[in-house]
């Protein structure tokens, strides 16, 4: 499993309880395979975050099902900043 | 071209000028399936709206280039509601 102190780049919301991340792309292609991963990530947790995006970026809001963040929430987005982080090493 | 004269389920906005509707799904593969079909309307019209989604609603919102909605925009919310009328009719 990821690891969770390493979400240093996120920020974190009150109303409702939550954190998100923008990330920006070079291209609508790289834009499209990182939504394809977040979709197979969704799939592999049967956890869904909020995703905006446009050509170039998405952002990923994740709300708290309870009232506060959870090892569910923060496990996600180690695991998204993972997807990056092994393209970056790869 | 499909009818613009038919958007009238969309919602206009002021600041920016621009216009969103909200589709809801019964499943996260109908919500992919949307995704992908307007993934390939953008890549066909060159047109990138900025999406916000989760399992099971995708919110389109469109906003003007310019400082009034025009043909691209227009063209584009008539042309992603005729990805789902077709599916309807099929």
Chains 1, 2 share one sequence.
Do not use: C
């Not at 954190?19 to 939504?35: A, D, K, P």
């Amino acid at each position: 499993m990821a690891d969770i102190r390493t979400l240093n780049n996120w920020d974190t919301h009150k109303l409702p309880v939550g954190m998100s991340r923008r990330y920006e792309f070079g291209s609508y292609e790289e834009t499209r395979q990182f939504l394809d991963d977040l979709a197979s990530l969704s799939e592999r947790t049967g956890y869904y975050p909020s995703l905006n995006f446009n050509r170039t970026q998405v952002t990923v809001r994740i709300q708290a099902e309870a009232d506060d963040l959870g090892m569910v929430e923060y496990g996600f987005a180690a695991e998204t900043d993972a997807i990056l982080s092994h393209k970056v090493a790869a």
